[in-house]
């Protein structure tokens, strides 16, 4: 069985931190990378990281670059995102999801590669 469940949401004000994670089902573990998306009320879909488990390649959206941090600990199976200086548009609920599409990192940004998603964690940033 598949599953993803993501968890460390909450509160916080502009410029703190949060990390999330996302704990994988073992047979989640095989697949090309592990990675998060956010939604806005109102807003597209929109890719933020994504890691391979195999070798640690990550990719990130632009926006993300440098407040962002994805990591994983596959002796646990998690995937976390490292959340710094948080803005009020970071406010989302945060969702991971597992990659069989495609082994290439220049394409993890597509959800169209995503096959099973975690229910989400609400992360809101007050300013």
């Known amino acids: 069985q598949v599953q993803l469940v993501e968890s460390g949401g909450g509160l916080v004000q502009a410029g703190g931190s949060l990390r999330l994670s996302c704990a994988a089902s073992?047979?989640?573990?095989?697949?090309?990378?592990i990675g998060w998306f956010r939604q806005a009320p109102g807003k597209e879909r929109e890719f933020v990281a994504a890691?391979?488990?195999?070798?640690?390649?990550?990719s990130y959206a632009d926006t993300m670059k440098g407040r962002f941090t994805i990591s994983r600990d596959n002796a646990k199976n998690t995937v976390y995102l490292q959340m710094n200086s948080l803005k009020p548009e970071d406010t989302a609920v945060y969702y991971c999801?597992?990659?069989?599409?495609?082994?290439?990192?220049?394409?993890?940004?597509?959800?169209?590669?995503?096959?099973?998603w975690g229910q989400g964690t609400q992360v809101t940033v007050s300013s």
């Open positions: 073992r047979r989640t573990v095989n697949s090309y990378a």
């Open positions: 999801a597992r990659n069989t599409g495609s082994p290439y990192s220049s394409t993890w940004f597509k959800a169209f590669y995503y096959d099973y």
């Open positions: 890691i391979s488990w195999n070798d640690g390649t990550t």
